[in-house]
């Protein structure tokens, strides 16, 4: 049995790890990290804290580092048929955390079944509305992963907002609903919408309309064709314009309208709305600076660590912090590509694999072994930092 290292100083280390998609939570992978740290020392002062960016995770994240609960309900999945979904409530601050794709995700749609005509966000909607029912004012929604293009009509529609078309109908579910579009009304709004203020967590910075915008870029993966993606283009132009005249400060062109197919320009316009980056809101609302301000090593990392990882996703918001106070930060994933090498250059002193050897995809995410594999070289990452810090 290896021996632990004896340490006469008591070492404080910080654990944010963002989760393994399909594996391991946030606070699993966070917990196995944990147990690799105390392997090696069992005198240090472990302080895990819950990680997400603003898609998926972020509900449970904010949930145990606020000390929220979670909600249960049935609402309008993006099919337009009845799902379970859940979110987080903070009561002592009145705070909502949503993530929009528990109710409108792309997950949620079979592959044959995605046609972002169709999709709705409705589901959203009713989740916002039962949170103001018990008492929310404040909303922190991470609106990454949708499988809609509907400008965030239908989770309007659900706060009781009307679109109406030509023929004087409501209009109906999907981007389809967009087209014909002829007048806006807010006149049955859920009377406490204007007590509200949004949070968005939104790190795309896409516009509404036009070669960037939300039907062509974000279309095709949502099961459009081309013709499809002109088309929702052309509706979503339309749409905004008649949103202009109900409220003269909407703008098609500010960075991130066209997140998950216009519902960033749907709250922006018809709420109390500001866009944030998802990760700066998660270590602001669990307080991890607080944590890593007087900590010897911060640990992090995510399921893949690449280039994308270097342009600001949870890890690299975790690093900056460490930075900020001189820290060590070492990073963990289940995978790495050559391009993670632009960590280094963003605060992460050093970064592993947590794989001890050749294995399929399937066996690498299984949670038992991810755990392992974690703890284990965790373990051998902190015997190093330790003796290093011996050494001087």
Known sequence: MRAA?????????????????????????????????????????VKICPLADGGEGTV?????????????????????????????????????????ASAAGITLVPKERRNPLHTTTYGVGEMIRDAIGKGCRNFIIGIGGSSTNDGGIGMLQALGFSFRNKAGEEAGFGAAGLRDLA??????????LKECSFRIACDVTNPLCGNQGCSAIFGPQKGATPEMAEDMDQWLEQYAALAKEVFPEADVTYPGTGAAGGLGFAF????????????????EETKLEEQIRDADLVITGEGRLDGQTAMGKAPVGVAKLGKKYGKPV???????????????????????????GICTLEEAMEKETARRNMSDTVEQAMRLFLAGRRKN
Do not use: H, W
């Not at 979904?85 to 009145?94: R, V």
């Not at 109390?272 to 270590?283: D, H, K, T, W």
């Not at 995978?335 to 592993?352: H, L, M």
């Open 268 to 283: 922006l316009t018809f709420t109390n709305a500001v866009l944030e980056s998802g990760i700066q809101i998660v270590l």
């Open 183 to 192: 007048a806006i009304s807010r006149e049955n709004v859920v009377a406490e």
């Open 5 to 45: 290292i004896q340490e006469t100083e008591k070492k404080k280390v910080v654990i944010a790890i963002d989760s393994f998609k399909g594996s391991l939570s946030s606070i699993e992978a966070g917990n196995a990290a944990g147990e690799g740290v105390l392997k090696a020392c069992p005198s240090a002062e």
């Open 60 to 100: 449970e994240a904010l949930v145990n580092g606020m000390g929220g609960e979670m909600q249960f309900l049935t609402v309008t999945g993006p099919l337009g048929e009845p799902i379970e979904s859940s979110y987080g409530m903070i009561k002592e601050s009145k705070t909502a955390v949503i993530e929009m």
């Open 330 to 356: 070492i990073a963990f994933a289940g995978s790495v590509s050559r391009e993670a090498a632009a960590c280094n250059g963003e605060g992460i002193d050093a970064f592993f694999s947590i794989l001890p």
